[in-house]
C-alpha cells in the first residue's frame, strides 16, 4: 500500500487537470459558435475552469513538494529548498511538474478573457489542459520506461488519458448544462443540450475506442498477456480488473445515453416545441441519474488508477 | 508488397511493446568491496546500481561495525566524499584514509527514474 498523502493527492490531480482539458474542449465540438458565447449555457463551464486551473496549480505543487520528500525519504515539512529544486531539476518527474505548471498557469491567466474570446481562448485552455494531463504520464509506470519502448508507451498513455480527460469532461458539461441548482434548465437549454448529446456520440466513440486501443497497449507494456496470471494474484492486476468493470459499466451507460436517453430527450424537446407536452422533467431526470452514476464509475476509475499506477504489477517489493 | 511488408512490421511491434518488466526499481547489482567479502587496501567503495538515480535524492552511509581486540562496538562513522559516475549508476566514496582492518557496514538509498525510494545494506571485512 502506498502513501494515502500521494495517492490522494494524485487522484486530485487526475481529476483536476482531465476536467480542465474536457471541459475546455466540450464547447468547441458540441455547441455552435453561437452558443458558446451565451453566459447562460457556458458560464458554469467557465466559472469551473477558473476554479480547477487555479485548484491544478496549488494541488500540482503540493504534490511536486510530498513526492520530493518522500523521494528524500524525509516528511514534507523536513525537505529543504535546495533539494527540493535539486530534485526538480534532475528528474524526469520535476520537468514535468515545470511543463504542468506553465501549463497551468497561462490557462488561468487565459480564462480571464474567455467571456471575450470565447472560443480561441476554450480552444487553448483545452490545449494547456491537454499538456497538463500529458505530464502525468511521468509520474506513472509510463515515466519509468526507457528508450525507445519508453516513448512509446508514454504516447500511449498519453493518448489515453487525453481520450479519458475528453469523455469526463463531457460527463461534466452535461451535468452543468442540465444541473438543476437555480431551478429547471430553460427549455432552451435543453433543446441545446439535446443536440449537443446527439453530436457528443461520434466524439464520445472515439473516446472509447482510443481508451480501449490505448489501455491495451499499455497493459502488455506493463504486464504482458502471458504475465497476466501472476498480476491477478497481485493487487496490481486486482485493482486494474475493478478498472475494467467500471469501465464497462460506462460503456452500458453510455450506450444507454445515446440509444435511449438522448433519442427520448430528443423526441419530448419535440414535442414540447410543438406544444404537445409540457416540459420534459422526466427525460432529464433520467439522463441526470445516469450521468451522475457514469460520473462516480468514472472518479472510481480515477481514483484507483491513483492507487495502482504506485504498485508492482506483480506485487513484488512493498512500495 | 504490402503482404511481405505485414509479418515484419507485426514483428517489430510485438518487439517494441513486449512487457519490460516494469518493477524499475532501484537495486544494487554491484560493489568493490563486494558484499560478505573479504579486502584489503580499500581506499574506495563503488557501488553499481540497476537504475540511473537522482544523485539529490542519494544518502550513504559507511560505519565501522568491529576491529580486531573489539568486536561488536558502537558503529564508528567512516569519513569519505562521494562521486557519482558518469552513467548515473555507479557511485564511487572516496576514502579519506584507507580502511583499518576490522568489519564495516555501508548503507544507501535513493529514488530512480520511478520515484520510488529504495535502500540496503551490506556488510564486508578489510583485513
Sequence with gaps: MGDPVLIGIRFALYADLMLIAGLAAFPLY????????????????WRAERWLCAAGLLLSALGMGVLAASMQGVGLLALDAQSFQDIVRQSDVGTAWLYRSAALAAALAASIWIRRWPTPVAALLAAAGLVAVGTLAWSGHAGATEGATGAIHRIS??????????????????????SPRRGDPPPETVAIAAHSLDRFSVVGTICVLTIAGTGLINGQMIIGAENLGRSLAAPYGQGLLAKLALFALM???????????????????????????????????ALRRSLIVEAAAAFAILALVAWFGTLDPFGGEAM | MLKSLLPSAAAALALLVAPVAASAHTRLIASTPAAG???SKVTSVSLHFSEKLIPATIKTSLVMTAMPGMADHPPMKIPYSSAMGKDGKSMTLLLKRPLAAGSYTLSWSAAGADTHRMGSEFSFTVK
Excluded at chain 1, 157 to 173: E, Q, R, S
Design chain 1, 251 to 285: 460503456l452500458a451507460l453510455a450506450a444507454a445515453n445515446r440509444w435511449r436517453l438522448t433519442p427520448a430527450l430528443g423526441a419530448a424537446v419535440a414535442r414540447m416545441d410543438a406544444g404537445d407536452d409540457p416540459y420534459p422533467s422526466e427525460a432529464i431526470a
Design chain 2, 37 to 39: 567479502s573479504t579486502a
Design chain 1, 157 to 178: 498513455d498519453i493518448v489515453h488519458m487525453a481520450a479519458a480527460a475528453v469523455w469526463i469532461g463531457a460527463i461534466a458539461a452535461f451535468l452543468l448544462l442540465l
Design chain 1, 30 to 45: 458540441a455547441l455552435t459558435r453561437q452558443d458558446r458565447a451565451r453566459p447562460e449555457l457556458t458560464d458554469r463551464i
